[in-house]
């Protein structure tokens, strides 16, 4: 039978690992994997060096195992870094995202995550990144429009009818 190989073995590789370390699932069953192969007399090195980990965590791994079973294995839920935002400031946020920024003095008409993160640098001196502020507006309650240009005086039918055969014509 005829070796099988994985095409570009080095970039798979680091693929596979990334993907274990992201998936919760996955960190389980490499750590029960592991546990296994020391159960089956390998030593924390070996294992260490097949997995590719620290020949420590291998051996913290066992010890957990030891002391509280399959349960030790799981993850333990991750407190992640503190918010910047106190609850008093959040309430504060809440109220300035319920207002248009025009109230607010700004010259733009709706918020967005640039918008929201020149707010915060400016009101409260704190830097949140862009892609962090789009996630602020989701814990919020807010989602995603982006504003429709509406034409001054143009004519409902004739855009009602427009709107109908550019459906149709998408479709085909």
Same mark, same amino acid.
């Given at each position: 039978?005829?070796?099988?190989?994985?095409?570009?073995?080095?970039?798979?590789?680091?693929?596979?690992?990334?993907?274990?370390?992201?998936?919760?699932?996955?960190?389980?069953?490499?750590?029960?994997?592991?546990?296994?192969?020391?159960?089956?007399?390998?030593?924390?090195?070996?294992?260490?060096?097949?997995?590719?980990?620290?020949?420590?965590? $291998?051996?913290?791994?066992?010890?957990? /195992?030891? #002391?509280? @079973? !399959?349960?030790?294995?799981?993850?333990? =839920?991750?407190?992640?870094?503190?918010?910047?935002?106190?609850?008093?400031?959040?309430?504060?946020?809440?109220?300035?995202?319920?207002?248009?920024?025009?109230?607010?003095?700004?010259?733009?008409?709706?918020?967005?995550?640039?918008?929201?993160?020149?707010?915060?640098?400016?009101?409260?001196?704190?830097?949140?990144? $862009?892609?962090?502020?789009?996630?602020? /507006?989701? #814990?919020? @309650? !807010?989602?995603?429009?982006?504003?429709? =240009?509406?034409?001054?005086?143009?004519?409902?039918?004739?855009?009602?009818?427009?709107?109908?055969?550019?459906?149709?014509?998408?479709?085909?």
């Amino acid at each position: 039978m005829r070796k099988l190989t994985v095409n570009t073995p080095r970039d798979m590789r680091i693929a596979l690992k990334q993907e274990i370390v992201r998936s919760e699932d996955s960190r389980y069953d490499h750590r029960l994997h592991s546990i296994l192969l020391v159960s089956q007399g390998h030593s924390c090195y070996d294992v260490a060096k097949w997995f590719g980990h620290s020949a420590c965590s $291998v051996q913290h791994w066992v010890k957990r /195992f030891n #002391e509280s @079973g !399959f349960a030790g294995l799981q993850d333990s =839920p991750r407190s992640g870094r503190p918010s910047q935002l106190s609850p008093k400031i959040r309430r504060e946020l809440g109220k300035h995202l319920r207002q248009s920024p025009r109230e607010l003095g700004y010259a733009q008409n709706f918020w967005d995550g640039k918008m929201l993160s020149y707010h915060l640098q400016k009101s409260y001196r704190i830097d949140v990144g $862009v892609r962090q502020c789009q996630r602020l /507006f989701h #814990e919020f @309650g !807010f989602r995603y429009r982006k504003p429709r =240009p509406v034409i001054a005086q143009s004519d409902p039918v004739r855009e009602k009818a427009y709107k109908k055969t550019a459906k149709d014509a998408q479709k085909t």
